[in-house]
C-alpha cells in the first residue's frame, strides 16, 4: 500500500514511538511570538538547562503590537510587558528576534513562508493554531500549547500521537468571482466547525493545483476552523518558484538536493485516507458567514437558515444563539445590510495577492461614508511592497486606512477593535463572540467581498461588481 | 456542579501574565468572590468552606471543557490540588493536566454520587500504581483508566520534558543520520 504525504513526512521525523504512548516527533523549525512563550522560557530556566537547538526557532511580536505609530512605545502595560519579555529572554537564550522595528518583522504566519524559512517536507510548530498555514508548502504543521514550546526548547521535539488522515478533492473551475477564501469557508460550513478533528487534511485536485501559493496559504491557515489539526498540499513547480530566492532558501548546491528530495513529497496513488470528500469547484459561490463560528456560513447571496426547518435540537439553538449575539434573523438573506467596518488583514488575508486583488478592485472608486476601513498588512515586507507597487495610493484615494504589521483587529488583544453591535466584514478566520472586540459582530469573507462592502457600504455580492 | 468551562476556571482577564505561578489564587474567581473582591467571600462556594480541604479535587461531568488554555491546569496545580476526580473530562483538559502532573480520575457516574453522598468528612484514597480510588470511609472502590506511558511519568515524578530530555543523545543521534 502506498503512503500520504502526511505519512512520508511524519515517518521521517519519528525519532521514537513511546509502547502505548506518544511518538517523539521531531520539529526541523519552531517559531513564537510574545503571549504563548514567556512561561516556557521560564520553565527552561527553572530547570536551568539551556535551549537544545535555539538556531531553529525564530521570534516576532504580532499579537499585541499596535499597527500605528509603531515607533513609539506600546501603550498598553501589559502588552509592552510581554513584548518586552519576549526581547530579553530571546537575547538571553540566543534566539533570532524578528521585533518591532525589524525589516522582516510581521505575523508569524506571513513572514515564515515570505522569507523561505518555510520549506517543503519540514515538520514546523508554533504556539499558535493558525500554524496550519505553512501545510501550503507540504508540511506537517500545527498549533501545540505552551508545555509543548518549552518541550520544543528542551529537545527540538514533541510528542504526538499520530492523527487520522483525510483528503479534501477540489476539481474543476471556480466561478468569477471566488477565490481561495470563499473555497474553505465553503468546506467548513459544509463539514462544519467540528467536522475534521482528529484529523490532518490533505487539499488536492485540480482546482488546488491551479491556485497561487498565497491562495494555498488561506485555505490551509482555516484547517483548524473546522476542527482539523492541520492542513497540507503536496508541493509542485508553483511551490518550487515561490521558495526559490528567497533569503533563507537553500542556494546552488543545496537547493539541486533539496529540490529532488522535494520532488518526492506527493501521496502515492494507491495511498488510503481515513476520510475523503469530493467537492466540485463549479459549486462553491462567493461566501459569508452570518454566525459565531466559522462553520455557519452561506452564499453571499443565500439565506440564513430556517431555525424551524433545523431537525437536530442542539443545532437549532446554537444558530438561534448566534442569531442574537449577531442581530440577524433567521431565514433573511444578507445582501444590502449596512455594515460599518471593513478589516482586510490577518494571517489568512493580508499578503500582498491579496492586496493587489483588493487594489485592482478598488481603482478608482470611493468607499462608502457610512464604513471605515482598515487595510492591514501581514509584514514589514507586504507594507514595503504595497508602496513600492503604489497600491497605497489607490487605498488612499478610495478613503482606505493603511496601518502597519502585525495581527490587529484579528483578536481584541492591542487597540483595534470594532465596536459593541457593529457590523465588520473581516477577512480573517474567526468570528467568535467578542473576537474583534466585546460585542463586535464579525462576518468573514473574501479580501473581494469585504473589498466590495467597503465601496457600497452594505454587504454585496461581488459578481455584480465585476 | 456539572460542565465546568474553562474560563470559569481560570478567567481569561488573568492570561496576560508571563510566569506559570501565582494562577491559584484566581482559581475560580469569579465563583469565589462577590465583586471580584477577596475582602467578600462567597460563603456557599465550597473552597471557602474550611470543611473542605486537600488535595483531591471532586467536580460533576465534563470538567475543563471550553477553551484551550493551559493555565487551567496551571491554577488547580497552584492552588494545591493534585488530582481531580469527575465522572467525564475534556479532552484537551484531560491532556493538560497531565502535562503539569494533575491526575484526572474518570469514574462511574454512581460512584461519583457516592463521594457525593459522604458529605464534608468523606476523605479518598488514590493508588496510581494500581489504578483504583477508594472511599475511605465505606471501603468501596473502583478502578480507573491511566495511560501507561503516563503512568510511568507520575510514579516516577517526572513530566514530559524530563522523558524528552533523558532522549536528548536519541535525538542528537537522530538529527545527525537524517542530516
Ligand atoms: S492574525 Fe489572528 S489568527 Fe493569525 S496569528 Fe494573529 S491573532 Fe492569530
Known amino acids: 500500500m502506498g503512503k500520504t504525504l502526511f505519512d512520508k513526512i511524519w515517518d521521517k521525523h519519528v525519532v521514537e514511538k513511546i509502547p502505548d504512548g506518544p511518538s517523539v516527533l521531531y520539529i526541523d523549525q519552531h517559531f513564537i511570538h510574545e503571549v504563548t512563550s514567556p512561561q516556557a522560557f521560564k520553565g527552561i530556566e527553572q530547570r536551568g538547562i539551556p535551549l537544545f537547538r535555539p538556531r531553529q526557532t525564530i521570534a516576532t511580536a504580532d499579537h499585541n503590537v499596535p499597527t500605528i505609530n509603531q515607533h513609539l512605545p506600546i501603550k498598553d502595560e501589559l502588552s509592552r510587558m510581554q513584548v518586552e519579555q519576549l526581547i530579553n529572554n530571546c537575547n538571553k537564550h540566543g534566539v533570532e528576534l524578528y ?79 471566488v477565490v481561495s477564501k470563499d473555497i474553505i ?31 494555498r496559504m488561506t485555505i490551509c491557515n482555516m484547517s483548524i476552523e473546522m476542527g482539523a489539526r492541520g492542513g497540507m498540499i503536496a508541493p509542485d513547480e508553483t511551490t518550487f518558484n515561490y521558495v526559490k530566492g528567497r533569503p533563507f532558501a537553500p542556494k546552488g548546491n543545496a537547493w539541486d538536493e533539496k529540490l529532488a528530495e522535494w520532488k518526492e513529497l506527493y501521496s502515492d496513488t494507491d495511498a ?36 424551524e426547518q433545523i431537525a437536530d435540537e442542539g443545532e437549532k439553538k446554537n444558530i438561534e444563539k448566534a442569531l442574537q449575539y449577531m442581530g440577524l ?47 492591514v498588512p501581514g509584514s514589514q515586507q507586504v507594507a514595503k511592497q504595497v508602496h513600492a507597487e503604489g497600491l497605497d495610493r489607490i487605498f488612499a484615494e478610495a478613503g482606505f486606512q493603511i496601518r502597519q504589521a502585525g495581527c490587529s483587529a484579528c483578536l481584541g488583544m492591542n487597540e483595534d477593535k470594532v465596536p459593541a453591535g457593529e457590523y465588520c466584514i473581516s477577512t480573517s478566520n474567526r468570528n467568535f463572540e467578542g473576537r474583534q472586540g466585546a460585542g463586535a459582530r464579525t462576518l468573514l469573507a473574501s479580501p473581494l467581498t469585504a473589498a466590495a462592502a467597503a465601496i457600497t457600504g452594505v454587504v454585496t455580492d461581488i459578481r455584480e461588481l465585476i | 456542579m456539572e460542565n465546568i468551562d474553562t474560563d470559569q476556571i481560570i478567567p481569561a482577564r488573568f492570561l496576560k501574565a508571563t510566569t506559570r505561578d501565582g494562577f491559584g489564587k484566581n482559581l475560580f474567581r469569579d465563583w469565589r ?10 460563603t456557599d462556594f465550597a473552597l471557602n468552606n474550611p ?54 480520575v474518570t469514574v462511574s457516574e454512581l460512584f461519583l454520587q457516592k463521594i457525593f453522598e459522604q458529605g464534608n468528612e468523606a476523605t ?18 473502583e ?11 507520575l510514579l516516577n515524578g517526572y513530566d514530559d520534558i524530563d522523558f524528552l530530555l533523558s532522549r536528548r543523545e536519541a535525538i542528537t543521534k537522530f538529527e545527525k543520520e537524517s542530516a
Open chain 2, 33 to 42: 468572590y462577590d465583586n471580584d473582591s477577596e475582602a467578600k467571600p462567597k
Open chain 2, 143 to 153: 478502578s480507573f483508566e491511566l495511560n501507561p506511558y503516563k503512568k510511568t511519568c
Open chain 2, 51 to 104: 470543611l473542605y480541604s486537600g488535595d483531591i479535587l471532586v467536580a460533576g461531568k465534563n470538567f475543563g471543557c471550553g477553551s484551550s488554555r493551559e493555565h487551567a491546569a496551571w491554577a488547580i496545580l497552584d492552588y494545591g490540588f493534585n488530582a481531580v476526580v469527575s465522572s467525564f473530562f475534556a479532552d484537551i483538559f484531560k491532556n493538560n493536566a497531565l502535562n503539569n502532573g494533575v491526575l484526572p
Open chain 1, 329 to 375: 434573523k433567521s431565514g433573511a438573506s444578507l445582501v444590502g445590510m449596512p455594515v460599518q467596518h471593513v478589516f482586510i488583514g490577518s494571517c489568512t488575508n493580508s499578503r500582498i495577492e491579496d492586496l493587489r486583488e483588493v487594489a485592482e478592485l478598488v481603482k478608482g472608486r470611493k468607499k462608502n461614508d457610512g464604513v471605515k476601513v482598515m487595510i
Open chain 2, 124 to 141: 479518598l484514597s488514590i493508588d496510581v500504581e494500581a489504578q483504583t480510588i477508594r472511599i475511605d470511609a465505606t471501603g468501596e472502590q
Open chain 1, 272 to 307: 488510503v485516507f481515513d476520510a475523503e470528500i469530493n467537492i466540485n469547484a463549479a459549486d462553491i459561490p462567493p461566501m459569508i458567514t452570518y454566525g459565531t463560528n466559522p462553520g455557519l456560513g452561506i452564499a453571499v447571496n443565500g439565506h440564513i437558515p430556517v431555525l
Open chain 1, 99 to 177: 521585533g518591532l522595528g525589524h525589516p522582516y518583522q510581521g505575523i508569524v504566519h506571513v513572514i515564515g513562508p515570505e522569507l523561505g524559512i518555510t520549506q517543503p517536507g519540514m515538520t514546523i510548530v508554533c504556539g499558535d493554531s493558525h500554524t496550519s498555514t505553512h501545510g501550503a508548502f507540504g508540511t506537517i504543521a500545527f498549533g501545540i500549547g505552551t508545555s509543548e514550546v518549552e518541550m520544543v526548547f528542551a529537545s527540538q521535539c514533541v510528542l504526538q500521537t499520530k492523527p487520522k488522515t483525510m483528503r479534501i478533492n477540489i476539481d474543476g473551475d471556480l466561478q468569477k468571482g
Open chain 1, 185 to 215: 469557508l465553503y468546506i467548513i460550513a459544509r463539514i462544519s466547525a467540528s467536522g475534521a478533528t482528529g484529523f490532518f487534511v490533505e487539499y488536492a485536485g485540480s482546482t488546488i493545483r491551479s491556485l497561487s501559493m498565497e491562495a
